[in-house]
Structure formats: structure tokens, C-alpha cells
């Protein structure tokens, strides 16, 4: 019985060993497997990262000179290049740039944006449209009218040719959406030009991007209504923000967060129509925001 013991010891000891040396070989096998995924993951976590802070930068420094100088022009592309880095980073890795900085950075160019339109006193709801023979669709803008009560149209295909800024009929401030590094990071992603897909493309596609690649919002559904479509969107962070947006600033219901103006973009350049937020209904504390996006035929 000892003898017996005894072999068993043996045995369970040269199998523990081999057991060990196996794990180990495993183990190193693995993280020397991992080293270049982590080494690109890297890689491209600081390629974003400096770009974003590049165009921050920039950007910061055009408000800067356009202070100084007191240039409208300016101070539009200088709030553009700073929305467009606070996109960057707001798109990248959430574990890698804290929450809170996002969400002041992004706000606080929105509030600029804000201040400088309403101390020209442009009260228009904000119309997102892609025109189709800009720059081959490559670019959104934003038509921010001078009057609230503004029902007309844009300005004509001619009038919007020459990309002015300042417009008179319809009166209105016509500038590049600060929002688009979204648009063109989903395009790039789904290997796609919007413009060449309709609504039941994106409403299968965009939701798996945003969830589980890009990882921006918890889930999204999308419904394609008669002239309007509806947006359900649960995620927390992208609740917060907007909910921030809107409280804060006096343009923020209709010209959207990031997340929220993106979208306006994407549908229009899907439909070929100008398109506006009708209705924004964001709840922070469950994580939702609801979006009624209008769709605007062309007079």
C-alpha cells in the first residue's frame, strides 16, 4: 500500500512539473502572440490621439488670432478644427481618455459656437445637408438661418457653388459641419460612400458599428418614417453629453452633440435631402436619447 503510495507521489509529481512547464510555454507562447496586436493597438491609439490634440491645437490657436483680429471667418474654422479634434477623441478607446474630458471639451467648443451665433443674433434651427456637387459629397455643412421662424428653403444649387459664409436670401450663416470626423470614420469603417446606399442599408449597418466596433453607444435603432426618421439611442455617456448640450447652450436642441449632429449628416447624405432635428428628448439619468430628424424638401 505504501509502495503503492508512493508511485502515486512520484507519478502526480513528474505530471505536476510537466503540467507547469507546459503552462508556462503556453503562457510565453501567447504574450509573445499578443506583442505586435497590442503594439498596433497602441500604435494607432497614439496616431488618433495626436491628431486629435493637432487639430485641438490648431483650432485653438485660430480663436486665438481671430480675437485678436476680429475675424468671423476665422473664428468659424477655428471652432470647426477644435469640434472635429474633440470628435477624434471622443471616438477613441474610452479607457484610454478619461469620460469627463471628453465631455468639457465638447461642450465647451458647442457653447462657443452657441455664443458667437446668438450675439449675431441667428436664431434659425440648424439644417444639415451634403450638396451633391460640393466637393463629390466629401463634406457636410450646416445652414444655421438668421430668422427662428424660418420655414424656406436653402439657397440655391448656384448660390451654395460659391461656399460663402454669409448668405442673404435666405439670410443665414452657411459654414462646414464641425461633426463630420464621424461621418467619414463611419464611411471608412463600413468601406462605404453613404451617398451610394438608402435607409435599410444604414439601419443594418450602423447599429453593429457604433455597438460593437466603434463602441459609442450601447445600442441604436433606427426608423425610417414618412418624411422623418427616428433615432432611439441607449448609452450613457452620449446621454450625458447631450443632455449637457442642450441645458447649457440655446442652439443645442437643434444643433445637436456630436453624436446627435453626426447622425443629421448621415441621413442627409443617405437621402440627398437636407435634413434638421425636429425633436431631441435625451434622458441622463436612464441613458437615452430620442431624435426625430425631418427630412426637408428642396422648394
Given amino acids: ?14 505530471l505536476a512539473g510537466q503540467t507547469r512547464s507546459q503552462v508556462s510555454a503556453s503562457t ?15 500604435f494607432q491609439f497614439m496616431s488618433t490621439l495626436t491628431i486629435g490634440i493637432a487639430l485641438i491645437a490648431v483650432g485653438g490657436a485660430s480663436l486665438v488670432v481671430s480675437y485678436v483680429f476680429s475675424s468671423v471667418v476665422i473664428t468659424l474654422a477655428g471652432l470647426g ?63 444655421v438661418p438668421y430668422d427662428s421662424s424660418f420655414r424656406g428653403s436653402l439657397p440655391n444649387e448656384e448660390q451654395l457653388a460659391e ?4 448668405y442673404e436670401d435666405p439670410k443665414g450663416i452657411f ?13 471608412k469603417e463600413l468601406d462605404v460612400n453613404l451617398a451610394t446606399v438608402d435607409m435599410e442599408y444604414l439601419k443594418e ?19 425610417d418614417l414618412q418624411g422623418s426618421v427616428r433615432v432611439d439611442i441607449v448609452g450613457d455617456s452620449a446621454a450625458t453629453l447631450c443632455k449637457a448640450v442642450s441645458k447649457e447652450t440655446l442652439i443645442g436642441n437643434h444643433f445637436g452633440c456630436p453624436l446627435c449632429s453626426s447622425l443629421a449628416l448621415m441621413i442627409s ?13 435625451v434622458n441622463d439619468i436612464e441613458g437615452t436619447i430620442v431624435n426625430t430628424y425631418r427630412v426637408i424638401d428642396r422648394a
Fill in 1 to 14: 500500500m505504501n509502495g503503492n503510495s508512493g508511485t502515486v507521489r512520484d507519478y502526480s509529481s513528474a
Fill in 28 to 42: 510565453a507562447l501567447r504574450a509573445e502572440n499578443s506583442r505586435p496586436k497590442k503594439k498596433r493597438s497602441h
Fill in 81 to 143: 478644427l477644435v469640434f472635429w479634434g474633440v470628435t477624434i477623441l471622443y471616438i477613441s478607446p474610452s479607457k484610454y481618455v478619461p469620460e469627463n474630458v471628453l465631455t468639457l471639451l465638447s461642450l465647451s467648443t458647442i457653447k462657443s459656437i452657441d455664443r458667437m451665433l446668438v450675439n449675431m443674433n441667428y436664431r434659425g434651427k440648424t439644417i444639415f445637408v451634403h450638396p451633391r456637387h460640393l466637393k463629390g459629397l466629401a463634406q457636410g455643412y450646416v445652414f
Fill in 163 to 166: 461656399e460663402r459664409m454669409h
Fill in 175 to 187: 459654414m462646414v459641419a464641425p461633426s463630420q470626423g464621424l461621418v467619414d470614420l463611419v464611411e
Fill in 205 to 223: 449597418n450602423l447599429p453593429r458599428l457604433l455597438t460593437n466596433n466603434l463602441r459609442i453607444i450601447d445600442s441604436i435603432a433606427i426608423q
Fill in 269 to 281: 447624405k443617405v437621402v440627398g435631402k437636407p435634413v434638421t432635428i425636429q425633436e431631441n428628448k
